[in-house]
């Protein structure tokens, strides 16, 4: 049984209508009955209906079945993907086949069965649903660059502390539908997170939809966001879903968040807070069972005070805020980041895959990632191509500025000059700089023993 359906009768005998109705809304259905031609036109272009069940005879015709064949033609040209199912008394072939030939989907004599009327109408819901899904999976193919994102948490690199956290956060949060709000650096990985969300959440089911707000031209944003219909505007040759309808039930990504022009927010912000939305041309309303997930770089507190972000759209979206952690504040995923980028690249570009030699794994992880994971891809992808040994060493990383500290530490320790003093404390400040002060870590890096290990802090006045 389908419940909460909308089911328009056109039928000029009210108790048809009457019959109609008890049956149907036994089933569960919502009904919108009219009883003329004119009428469920008219009627069709204000409400948002399921399925048409009309009669092929009205007053003007008893017998014919031409004003149900009109009608039929009226309603395909609207061009609502509806599906239609006729009635009548004066069932023969030649109405069905015309009917059929005019746009209807399924065609049922007077008096009818209950039994079989039920099982049209159910098959017919069944059918529009599944054609609806292909055409929202079309358009998103044909609107989206699809995205390999992971679907559990083995698909994420996070041996870190800071990322283990956040994970966690996020596993909570995605039994619920609050609306996420994500910041940090470019490059952290927020869009991946958003994926994730998504993938282990009760709407993993339906779509993930990610939108780039800044890609978005303000002349094309509500026809982006909201669809159109046909001939809504000069280019507009066909009708399109928007992409709130595309993630229906599902989750809407708003990456670049800061972006969104300041006269767009406000019709953003109305969706939001109604749960509804119009297409383009069109008036009538859509739901919008979303959640929201959006993401961006921007200080938007600094925006609001700027004018150029609505503070109430802003404390729409934060139900709750979370940062990504830079690359540099997680360290320790640095070895397993670089060596998954450099196993896909390999398998992307068929070449073979070098391995990162202990001194440049320590200066990937002492460098300062101003572009973060991206960076650090973009790295790899170079390196297995310029490598043409089976180690990367550090030159070959080509680190910039001057935060290539490893080799920097690896000059000043071949200093002849150096007393084995000056070298040791040399080596333990640079340690303990690599483990960011960690005490336990950079003991254990060193093979001291604790109590070794701060013997060595006291003797180089660094405690």
Same mark, same amino acid.
């Given at each position: 049984m389908l419940v909460n359906k909308k089911i328009l009768i056109a039928d000029d005998d009210m108790n048809i209508i009457a019959s109609l109705k008890f049956v149907l809304a036994d089933e569960g259905f919502d009904i919108l009955a009219v009883t003329t031609? /004119?009428?469920?036109?008219?009627?069709?272009?204000?409400?948002?209906?399921?399925?048409?069940?009309?009669?092929?005879?009205?007053? /003007?015709?008893? *017998?014919s079945g031409a004003e149900g064949v009109q009608l039929v033609e009226a309603i395909t040209a609207l061009e609502l993907n509806?599906?239609?199912?006729?009635? *009548?008394?004066?069932?023969?072939?030649?109405?069905?086949?015309?009917?059929?030939?005019?746009?209807?989907?399924? =065609?049922?004599?007077?008096?009818? @069965?209950?039994? !079989?009327? +039920?099982?049209?109408?159910?098959?017919?819901?069944?059918?529009?649903?599944?054609?609806?899904?292909?055409?929202?999976?079309?358009?998103?193919?044909?609107?989206l660059t699809s995205q390999a994102h992971p679907g559990s948490r083995t698909g994420i690199i996070s041996q870190s502390p800071v990322m283990q956290t956040l994970l966690s956060t996020l596993d909570d949060l995605a039994k619920s539908d609050m609306s996420i709000l994500l910041t940090g650096d470019n490059g952290t990985g927020k869009s991946m997170l958003a994926a994730y969300v998504h993938s282990v959440s009760t709407r993993s089911k339906h779509s993930f939809?990610?939108?780039?707000?800044?890609?978005?031209?303000?002349?094309?944003f509500e026809s982006e966001m909201f669809g159109h219909v046909k001939g809504a505007f000069t280019d507009a040759k066909e009708s399109r879903i928007g992409r709130f309808e595309m993630a229906e039930q599902g989750t809407l990504f708003l990456d670049e968040l800061a972006n969104i022009p300041f006269a767009q927010q406000a019709k953003l912000l109305r969706v939001l807070e109604e749960q509804k939305f119009e297409a383009v041309g069109s008036s009538k309303s859509l739901h919008a069972d979303v959640r929201i997930i959006s993401a961006t770089n921007s200080d938007l507190l600094a925006d609001i005070q700027n004018n150029s972000f609505r503070q109430d759209l802003y404390y729409r979206l934060n139900t709750i805020e979370l940062r990504v952690p830079s690359l540099s504040e997680r360290v320790e995923d640095i070895p397993a980041l670089a060596d998954h980028f450099l /196993?896909? =690249?390999?398998?992307? $570009?068929?070449?073979?895959?070098?391995?990162?030699? @202990?001194?440049?794994?320590?200066?990937?992880?002492?460098?300062?990632?101003?572009?973060? +994971? !991206?960076?650090?891809s973009h790295m790899m992808e170079r390196v297995l191509f310029t490598c043409k040994k089976e180690s990367i060493d550090i030159a070959e990383l080509m680190l910039t500025g001057t935060d290539n500290t490893a080799n920097d530490s690896s000059e000043s320790l071949e200093d002849p000059t150096l007393s084995?003093?000056? +070298?040791?404390?040399?080596?333990?400040?640079? !340690?303990?700089?690599?483990?960011?002060?960690?005490? *336990?870590?950079t003991a254990k890096s060193l093979g001291?023993?604790?109590?070794? $290990?701060?013997?060595?802090?006291?003797?180089?006045?660094l405690d």
């Open positions: 031609p /004119q009428a469920a036109v008219e009627n069709l272009k204000t409400h948002n209906v399921d399925l048409i069940l009309l009669d092929m005879n009205f007053q /003007q015709d008893t *017998t509806i599906p239609i199912i006729v009635m *009548t008394g004066w069932a023969t072939i030649d109405i069905a086949v015309e009917a059929m030939q005019a746009g209807a989907k399924d =065609f049922i004599q007077k008096p009818w @069965k209950n039994e !079989r009327m +039920i099982s049209a109408i159910d098959n017919q819901l069944a059918l529009a649903k599944s054609d609806k899904k292909a055409q929202r999976l079309s358009q998103q193919n044909q609107l939809v990610p939108v780039n707000m800044g890609a978005i031209p303000e002349s094309l /196993q896909s =690249f390999s398998v992307k $570009y068929h070449r073979s895959c070098p391995k990162l030699s @202990k001194e440049a794994t320590m200066a990937l992880q002492q460098y300062s990632w101003p572009g973060n +994971i !991206r960076e650090l084995l003093d000056e +070298i040791e404390k040399k080596a333990l400040i640079k !340690r303990l700089e690599f483990h960011r002060g960690n005490a *336990t870590e001291l023993s604790r109590s070794g $290990y701060y013997r060595r802090l006291s003797k180089y006045e």
